[in-house]
């Protein structure tokens, strides 16, 4: 039995700056996929700096993830959003991906 029929996805975390995520959903939206979960004012430190929120530390993250029917989605996600930040972006936006083998439980 493949992966596919066993239930088997790829789950997609992304974490990006809160002013990216925007982008990084209407990449989503384009592929048809069928779903994402958005967390947004998230607050933490990593390679752009720390981003709370706040006056001394501005800016906040956004946390998305989803489900991938085809874990070579994952591959043209982060190319169309690299491609948007080559061209569009002076300084590069916090954007990290993590991919994950899902297994559907329920």
Known sequence: MSAEEQGESTFL???CE???AERVTAILDELKLPGYTRFGGVSGIGETGRHEGT???PGTNTIVFTVLPEAAL???IV????QI???EY???PGFKVFALRAE???
Do not use: G, N, P, S
């Open 74 to 76: 994952a591959d043209e």
């Open 13 to 15: 975390v992304m974490i």
């Open 79 to 82: 190319r169309r959003a690299e």
């Open 55 to 57: 006056a001394v530390w």
């Open 85 to 87: 930040i080559a061209q």
């Open 104 to 106: 559907e439980l329920v």
């Open 18 to 20: 809160t002013l990216f």
């Open 90 to 92: 002076k300084a590069r």
